[in-house]
């Protein structure tokens, strides 16, 4: 997993924005996730967080 990417449920974006910012001091890069789990529960993550250049690879649709 690239560093500071997290996945994170909907209750958990705030927390997951905290965390990214403070380990990678970027602005994350958001998308909707699948088939992933949260990094802070049991549940399925709705978004992940990454930095554009972990994302570079995936298909950006926002830009
Ligand atoms: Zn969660």
Do not use: W
Not at 19 to 25: A, H, I, K, Y
Not at 41 to 58: G, H, I, N
């Amino acid at each position: 997993m690239p560093k500071g990417t997290k996945y994170c449920c909907e209750e958990h974006v705030d927390m997951a924005f905290d965390d990214f910012l403070l380990e990678t001091e970027t602005f994350p890069y958001m998308e909707k996730s699948s088939n992933q789990q949260c990094s802070y529960c049991m549940k399925p993550a709705k978004y992940v967080l990454a930095t554009e250049d972990s994302s570079r690879d995936v298909n950006i649709k926002n830009h």
